[in-house]
């Protein structure tokens, strides 16, 4: 696909086929990366009750997604972004991202709050360039040294 195919990004909820596709392949990355520790992680993502997600798409192929649910009632957690592992670096993550940031100020929220994994280097650069800053493990990643909880105020 030549480099100048456009951009769309896209709101939708779980129940998008393309963004079901994109969880498979992040599944699988995790599943490598978190070793051991996937099963504990994996039982906190499921997709089943996003009603809020967004697809990147660079021409007809999904590049990036992202999906938020309300933590409380000024306060969204940040759920299942990924990019695609051919087109990472692109910004696709980021543009992700705003759309959520953007989406969640709109239905009233104040604040994002997310989880990454130590051995997601890329996801913890890119959230504290884009604002977010680190904060203590929230939920059920209380006490966690393998998980980097990160909050930003939306407003």
Not at 20 to 29: F, I, P, W, Y
Not at 112 to 121: H, S
Request: net charge negative; glycine share 8%.
């Amino acid at each position: 696909m030549p480099n100048s195919a456009p951009l769309r990004v896209v709101r939708t909820n779980s129940k998008n086929e393309w963004f079901q596709e994109l969880v498979k392949l992040l599944d699988a990355d995790l599943a490598i990366r978190d070793g051991d520790d996937h099963d504990f992680y994996h039982q906190f993502n499921g997709i089943d009750q996003l009603n809020q997600v967004v697809m990147v798409f660079k021409g007809e192929v999904a590049v990036a997604c992202g999906a938020f649910k309300p933590y409380n009632s000024s306060t969204v957690e940040i759920k299942r972004m990924y990019t695609h592992e051919a087109h990472r670096g692109e910004g696709y993550a980021s543009l992700a991202l705003a759309e959520l940031e953007n989406w969640a100020v709109e239905m009233g929220f104040e604040t994002a709050l997310l989880e990454t994994g130590i051995k997601q280097p890329e996801a913890i650069g890119l959230y504290g360039k884009i604002g977010y800053h680190k904060c203590e493990n929230y939920g059920q990643y209380a006490g966690l040294d393998t998980s980097v909880c990160f909050s930003k105020e939306l407003r």
